[in-house]
């Protein structure tokens, strides 16, 4: 959305509305539309989010080719890139210690997987951890993951270049680009803990979680006490 483009008021956008729904009463129509508008200008920011970070001028040049092991052997981060000039690398929380996968970052992968076959056409997409391979490909298969390559981080370089310098067990997203045949990064989600605003957990903006961004539209909204699980219990 170009700085120069001149645009409606949300509210004028808004007034324009002719939805109504069975039984719904003045006040409920009125808040609507008021929601409506903040609604516009949501998109609009997001929007000017998005702009700005393509913006970014070339981030620094990957001091290294961080070598992985994948499903069929040693990779190099330069090799994930395939025929794509952008890699999105996600590094999950699941490190040699833990006795099971995080259900957090399982929640985010069961949605990139499906999401993956249209993105694939796009961009490289990676998921590391710093479990042996064995323990990924086995959590591959027991979530039907088959849309996603996973790469072991075993020495942990690429993790505590990227995510963590103190190796600690945390989730990151980094996106890189190649160029004139170097591999430089682009981006990487830098909100921290620190940046949460009272009462929320720390998240990124914009959520990249759809099972988050769905219960935001639900009446309960995410809750303050509920997270996803591996496994859930049915009557």
Known sequence: MADSQILKPAAQMAATNTAHFPN????????????????????????????????????GEVPRDFEFVA?????????????KDTLMVYS??????RK??????????????????????????????????????EFKKQRGLGNLVFASDGSGEYTRTYVNAEDADVPGFSVFTRRDGKVFHFYSGELSGAMADPGQDPRGAP??????????????????????????KRG
Request: proline share 7%.
């Open 92 to 97: 999950m929380m699941f490190g040699p210690q």
């Open 24 to 59: 719904e009463s003045a006040a409920y129509r009125a808040a609507r539309n008021a929601l409506l508008a903040e609604e516009i200008e949501l998109r609009r920011h997001v929007e000017r989010v998005a702009a700005q970070r393509r913006e970014l001028p070339v981030g």
């Open 207 to 232: 959520d990249m979680d759809p099972l988050w961004l769905m219960l935001d539209m639900a009446p309960e909204g995410r809750g303050t006490d509920w997270y996803p699980k591996l496994e859930y």
């Open 71 to 83: 499903e069929a052997g040693p990779v190099r981060l330069s090799e994930l890139f395939g025929d």
């Open 100 to 137: 099971a996968v995080c259900p957090s970052c399982t929640s985010f992968l069961t949605s990139w997987n499906g999401t993956a076959v249209n993105l694939r056409e796009r961009v490289a997409m990676a998921v590391t951890a710093r479990s042996p391979i064995e323990r990924l490909v």
